[in-house]
Structures are given as structure tokens and as C-alpha cells.
């Protein structure tokens, strides 16, 4: 099964589920990278297969490691164990809206009521650090929007997250975790999470055992944003956490809802600013209904999926051809398209190379098209 | 002279200064009414001498008072002995901006440093009932905002605008007052604006002896907006004065800046509504001055101004065309547009009947050129 295939809403069978998450759980196969695999060899089973090849193709100092068949099926047995469903993209549990980012993870570990996920979510999230004001204003704009009927998104935080999932426990909320299921953080907040889960899930793309580390919370915003039509911004300092997931749902083209605040209060620093950017000023659920109500109903759009071949292709360069692109990388991000023109190769064996380099772990991809070498 | 000469900078004479201050003295003569008899009748002197006659047909119960001469010459002596002077609507010293908004004061008396109104102005204002955070703001604002340059103008209240004032006594701030230059409303900012003065002005459109009451505020504040190239709102409760300065500058064309403040402090809630109608968010001077920088050069444009013919249109309606039209008048408000359709008269006939009624105390003019019966 390809992602086109996948994207239809058809259920993988227990053999792809595996060969799925041993191929998100090898080395240097984030998710990017596992939607170009499956698009370049066809399949899970098949990048598999591959991976050896085109880590030394790119030129791996070791071979890269390659999630076993073992490991990955004690992965889905804990997972089965603790009550945590792998839904893989695509398939119709999937959370609608977070399926069309561009970094969606290809397996979304789940727990408590998963059909939440079905409805429409909205983000609210803020400052661990927040004030009196900031904490009532995330209880009374939640507890508006749950019972408008939506769920509420957050990050199980201390402050601003906490009081969010605390008042839309009844109507439903989703803590998106870090860690792996079983590593909480913060670890004083898992009984708030054992009261979120009869009427609301956590969810996460890391695997059993992963206890988070810092730069795990910003690679997390990207589900919280991912999940939702839009992320209310409550308090945020400047260069805060919540001002990453309002950038995330920007680019995701998700609306940015920010709460004023007194210019001399450093935590509205970050909410003043993205209200200076655009984002649409929020001093009750109303300002976020009245701009998310006529959105709801449209269509959600497929992502820009890359044709996807049948059979697929398999554009070998020669080993003149990658040298000359390897050439031309170096530390310092180029674009894509650059690559193209400069090495005078096709877009496909463009593709191809930078594809062994990254399972190679030797490549960097930054936003807008542009990669280096590590 | 006609508002048309008046406007292209020359001094009044002695003479038409006084028939200037009788004629907007004198009863049921307001700022636009001023505007149409000058424009009716060619000169303040011909409109002095029509004012009986228009009352007559515009069937006022009892003769309207007119200023006599010896109580102008009186104001004009008082005011002179107290340094103010009475800067006539097209003179050259006349603020610029003022000049442009429809209801500019015919004679606008100024104390002070009246140099300080050819440079270019900035409002500052807000609640009376301010924090200590709006406060310590509204200071902050206005010394940049002075500090580069800007004369601060406000409204000498308590609170915000006191704030305002002494943070700028240095630069230059002028006070706009609702009532007479004798009756300095609260008492206790006496002392403040002898501060004012040596570097600012005092300005008012009341005469001397003038005790402000509740409705002049609102009418003080269009003096405030129109004075300036934009007004920032620091703290505004709903309802409250600083939002009725805000949207004259919006009817003025006037650009209008608020700054945040948290959803759960009430001093707040009229400016974060400005922001939600498009008012430019504020934390720090540079956020005005970006807006402001780029249209400070540009041509200040003349008000829409009735083609001035001369000799003038003396366009006489018969009884019964004027009882036509007054037959159409209620208390309800209906436009000048519809009732020159359906009287089937000229707009000039319509103009002077209304001219008559309004003189005769009968009429009452509203927004969006709608009038009515008083």
C-alpha cells in the first residue's frame, strides 16, 4: 500500500501495520522521510528492504539501524497491553485535519476515547508560567468552546494547558504528549490525564519508553496546531513554546486566535505580538466561533501528494551523477530546486540522492525546500 | 470674506472677527450652521443681519437671541487680557487639521504657545478611573511619542489624560477644554496646565465664563481627534468618553491606535473592542509611528466644500414650497436626499428651509445627513 492508497481510508492489515512502524521506528526515518520512502520504493515492506542500500548509497559511516520485526511487534503488544491504538495515516480513525500537514506522523499512538479525534478540535494553550487572570481566562474560553461543542486541544502543561484540559474534561479534550504514553510530563499532571481519558484521549507519535526530552516539546506542537482548525493563544512570553505552535498552525494554515494582554505584562508580550501579525484578537469563545463556524464545513483539502506511480519509480542515478549532487551540498542550506539546475540531473534522481543521504544521516532538511549536509 | 477665502489663510480684520464671534455666539448657531449661513448668505456681517428674518420662516416661537456687539467686543477685550487669542477657521494659525473636519469651530480661542499647533499632534487619552499599569503606559507613550517629535494633545481629566499631559510638558502638550478658558474642569488640574502653558496651549471653542456641563465632553472630543493625525486609547471601558474620541477620529479619517489589555479587566474592554473593529494595536511608541511616519508628509486634503458662489444663492422658497417641506419633517430622522425627492424641490430651496428651521431652534441634525423635527 502506498500513502495515496492509504490516504482513501482503508484499514492496513496487521502485516503492513508492522512493516509501517518498523519503518517509522529505524534510524533517520522521521516522518517526511517515511512518506518519501514509501513513495520511492512503493511500499513499507519494500523501503525496508531498501534501507540498507540507500544508507550506503548516501554514504553511512555505520549501517543504519533497522527497527526489527521483534521489536516492532513488542511495541504493538504494549501498546495492545496499555490500551493504545496505532492508527496509521489514512485510515479512517485518523484525525482528519492533522492527516493533511506535510510532516503527519505515519502511525499516531492513541488512548482512551478515540473517537474524539472524529470531531472538531481547537487549540488552546499558553504559558506554564501563567497568572491568575491567564489560568481564569483558559478555564472560561474552554469551558465556551467545549460547550460549543468542540474538543479541546492542548499540551498537558503546568498553567495555561492544565486549566484548559481542566475544564473541557467533561465535554472532551486531548492531551498530545511529548513522551512515549508512558513517560507523562510534567509527571504531577497523570492524574489529570487519568481524567481526561473517559471523555477525551492522549495522543503522541513517540513509541512506549520515550521519555521526552527539549527538543521533543516543539516537535510536539506541530500535532497540537496539526490536530485543530485553530490554536487560541491565551498568555505567552516572547520566544515561549506556544509562540512555536502558532507558527506550526500558521504554516498549516490553521487560524491563530491570541489573547491581549497590558503592554507591561511580560507573559502578553508573545500574545501582543501575534495579534501585531495578524492573529485574530480573542476575549471571548465567540471571536473564535465566528471565524471558525464558516471554515467548518468546507471541504478539507488533500495534501500536495507527489504522483504516485504504479509501478513506482525507481530512478537509480550513476555514481558519476551522485557524486556531482553531493558536490554540490555542504553546511549551508541550498534549495532543492537549485540542486536541480545546477546539477543538470532530474528532479527524480535529485530526489533519490538527497533520499539516501538522509537514511545515511547525513542531511538536513529546513523549511521552504532548502537541505544540507550534517 | 466666505469660509472659501477664510480657508485659502488670509487674517480677518478686526471687524469681521467681531461679527465672526457675534455670529457663532448667537443662538441655535453651531459650527455647521455657522458653515451654511456664511455660504448662504456671503459674509458673517449679511448673515448677522438675515438671522431674524430666517427664524421668522423657519416659525420660531420667540426672536433668537443674537450676540450684540457690545458682548463681543466685551469677550474679545476679556479674552485678550487673559492672552487668549481667537484664531479664526482659514487664518494661518489655525491648526491645520482642525480646519479639515466638517464641524470645525469657527473660532477656536487659544492660550499658550499657540506655535505648538502648526506641529504635528497625537492624542493620548483615556479613563479617568485608570490602573496603575495604564497609567505608568500612558507615560511611556507619551514621552516617546514626544521624544520624537509629536505634540501630545489630550483632555485634561483625571487618570489617563493627566498622565499624558505631564509626560510631555517638556515637548509640548495641548489641553482641550470643554468649557470656558475660566472654568478649567476638574479644578484640581489648574496647576497643571499653568505647567502646560510655557511649552503648549490651552485651546476651546467655548467663550469665556462657559461652565462645562455633561454634553460638552462628547463634543470636546471631536476638537481632541480632529486636532491630531491619530489618537491612541489607553484604557477604555465600554461606553465610556475615550471611545467617543475614537470614533470621531474614525468619521475624521483620523488614525486610531489601542492598546491591549487583558479580557478580564474592565478597563480594557473599550479597547480591545477598538481592536476587534481594526484599530492598530499598541505596546510601544514605534507601533504609531510606523502607522503615522508614512502619511505625515502628505497633502492635507481641503474639506468637501459647497461650491461658494458669489454674489451667493439667496434661493428663496414660497410659502408653500416651505410648508411642503416642513409637512415632510417629523421627529423621526429622515435624509436631505429624500426629502428633496419628495418635496420635488431644488437642493438649494431644501438647504434654506432647513437653514430657517435650524436657526428657528426647530431642527436637529444627526449623523449621515439625517435631520428631524426637534
Known sequence: ????????????????????????????????TFRSLINHCGGAR??????????????ASKPARICSREAAERELENSKNRGIALIALGEPDYPARLRMIDDAPPLLGVRGKASVLASHMIAVVGSRNASAAGTKF???????????????????????DAAAHRSSLGSGTVAVL??????????????????????????????????????????????????????????????????????????QGREVFAVPGSPLDPRAEGTNGLLKQGATLVTEGSDVLAVIRPILGQHIEQPAEEPDGD????????????????????????????????????????????????????????????????
Open 1 to 32: 500500500m502506498n500513502t495515496a492508497e492509504a490516504i482513501m481510508g482503508v484499514h492496513l492489515t496487521d502485516e503492513q501495520r508492522l512493516d509501517w512502524l518498523r519503518l517509522i521506528r529505524s534510524d533517520n526515518v522521521g516522518p517526511r
Open 46 to 59: 519494500a523501503a525496508l528492504d531498501a534501507l540498507p542500500g540507500l544508507a550506503r548509497r548516501g554514504g
Open 138 to 160: 483558559a478555564e472560561r474560553i474552554s469551558r465556551e468552546l467545549g460547550d460549543a461543542g468542540f474538543i479541546i486541544v492542548s499540551g498537558l502543561a503546568r498553567g495555561i
Open 178 to 251: 511529548a513522551g512515549g504514553h508512558d513517560h507523562i510530563y510534567p509527571a504531577e499532571h497523570v492524574p489529570l490525564l487519568e481524567q481526561i481519558l473517559p471523555a477525551g484521549a492522549a495522543v503522541t507519535e513517540m513509541p512506549l519508553g520515550w521519555e521526552p526530552r527539549g527538543r521533543d516539546f516543539p516537535r510536539r506542537n506541530r500535532l497540537i496546531s496539526g490536530l485543530t482548525i485553530g490554536v487560541v493563544i491565551v498568555e505567552a512570553a516572547r520566544r515561549s513554546g506556544s509562540l512555536i505552535t502558532a507558527r506550526m498552525a500558521n504554516e
Open 311 to 374: 509501478p513506482p519509480r525507481l530512478t537509480e542515478p550513476d555514481s558519476s551523477e551522485r557524486a556531482r549532487i553531493v558536490n554540490l551540498l555542504g553546511p549551508a542550506p541550498v534549495s532543492i530546486d537549485d540542486l536541480v539546475r545546477l546539477s543538470q540531473s532530474s528532479p527524480a534522481v535529485v530526489r533519490t540522492v538527497l533520499l539516501e543521504l538522509e537514511i545515511a544521516g547525513r542531511l538536513e532538511r529546513h523549511g521552504g525546500g532548502l537541505v544540507s549536509l550534517v
